[in-house]
């Protein structure tokens, strides 16, 4: 019977493996659309944040597994919660194995240094816990400051390159700018993904 049961729980990780793999295939299908006449960044942040937190908690459940022998229970799962930041270090931390290969070694460098990266995983996160509904919360008054989530993914696509230069000429702000912007951000965050 807990032979079936973990058959079962594998299954399960193996869909949800899958969700999170299509979650994030389309939102950085989606993100790549986003130029000068397509600044919908709601979509790509909704798809993005589902499925970095999916992908994340099936690394644990996986690591997990393997190190205790057993998956995690919901009351472990619950604790994990919804928070990017704190699942990719929890990951960095307790569950990232096979550092003394050299590759293994420079991947984890480049999740714990990499600034862009850790701007992209803040705003997704962010997106997740307080950003979905900005509009609806300015209209609402909140007492606490909002996320302006697409104001936030445009500060750090200005960190990335400079816009400036195409101002004065819109075609190449739409046909050159946008695109290699979100190549280097959808770059970055398709390294923590593989």
Excluded at 18 to 36: A, C, M, P, V, Y
Excluded at 153 to 179: F, G, I, N
Aim: glycine share 6%; hydrophobic share 35%.
């Amino acid at each position: 019977m807990v032979a079936e049961h973990d058959t079962v729980r594998f299954l399960c990780l193996l869909d949800e493996l899958e969700t999170s793999r299509e979650l994030l295939k389309s939102g950085f299908g989606h993100l790549q659309e986003i130029d000068t006449e397509n600044t919908f960044y709601h979509l790509p942040h909704q798809l993005l944040a589902s499925g970095f937190e999916r992908l994340m908690k099936c690394y644990i459940a996986v690591v997990r597994k393997g190190r205790d022998g057993a998956y995690p229970d919901r009351a472990a799962m619950k604790l994990l919660g919804h928070d990017l930041e704190s699942l990719l270090k929890t990951i960095c931390t307790e569950h990232y194995g096979g550092t003394q290969r050299a590759l293994v070694q420079q991947d984890l460098e480049f999740i714990a240094t990499d600034r862009v990266l850790e701007d992209c995983v803040r705003i997704l996160s962010q997106f997740g816990k307080m950003g979905r509904y900005y509009n609806l919360d300015v209209v609402a008054g909140v007492r606490h400051k909002p996320m302006d989530p697409k104001g936030e993914w445009e500060a750090l696509e200005y960190r990335v390159e400079d816009r400036t230069p195409y101002l004065s000429d819109m075609e190449r702000l739409h046909r050159d700018y946008y695109p290699r912007v979100n190549r280097a951000l959808i770059a970055r965050m398709e390294r923590l993904v593989v």
